[in-house]
């Protein structure tokens, strides 16, 4: 699809957007892989007058990131370990990078949301979600530092996000593997007491 292709698709919906107090997201996929096509659609939107986010991994060169932040308002990225290792493992994929980028992205003035999507027997227990929430707190201090030399404070707020199974059946129609079949997604109880470890690092943060 063009630029304008896509923008027929999303202006229609404007009424809807500007009712609701929500705009347009891009997401996945990776949508910093196809940074100039994400950049457009991000700067026609911010033309017309639409809010707009972009939901990231992280796992892409800082570069490709930061050729859509100046048409970005909102972004979202997920960080799912500290320990390389037990990321490694659970993604087969470094997470080096991924911190590194959010490092980078407390140093911007844009508001962000890291999440967690809390996944049984991969991050679901205290030790790990307040590793994740520190590793958090660091930022929103790094940039808090950063702005008593630049006048304000756009803020970074975390969200936890239970796993659930809603793409399994997407897994047998492509011929794969679904290999989180035997996984049982995590209680509200549960949930709410891996809230509270976040909220006790002074997150703003929320579940869902």
């Not at 549960?190 to 006790?200: I, S, Y």
Request: glycine share 8%.
């Amino acid at each position: 699809m063009t630029v304008g292709q896509v923008m027929d698709e999303v202006l229609p919906d404007a009424p809807f957007y500007e009712a609701s107090g929500g705009g347009v997201t891009l997401s996945g996929g990776e949508p910093a892989l196809t940074r100039d096509f994400a950049r457009e659609i991000l700067r026609e939107c911010r033309s017309k007058g639409l809010h707009t986010a972009v939901e990231t991994c992280g796992e892409v060169p800082w570069k490709s990131i930061e050729a859509i932040l100046p048409f970005t308002d909102l972004v979202m990225m997920d960080l799912k370990h500290i320990s390389g290792e037990k990321h490694q493992r659970a993604t087969g994929q470094s997470n080096e990078r991924i911190l590194e980028n959010a490092r980078q992205l407390a140093l911007t003035d844009k508001p962000l949301i890291f999440r967690t999507p809390v996944v049984p027997s991969v991050n679901d227990t205290d030790e790990e979600i307040g590793q994740i929430a520190s590793f958090v707190r660091g930022l929103i201090d790094v940039r808090t530092a950063a702005n008593k030399m630049n006048n304000g404070q756009s803020e970074i707020r975390y969200e936890l996000l239970a796993f659930h199974k809603l793409a399994a059946d997407k897994y047998p129609s492509l011929g794969l593997e679904y290999t989180a079949a035997a996984l049982i997604p995590p209680s509200k109880e549960k949930m709410a007491a891996l809230l509270e470890t976040a909220k006790r690092h002074g997150l703003d943060a929320w579940s869902r």
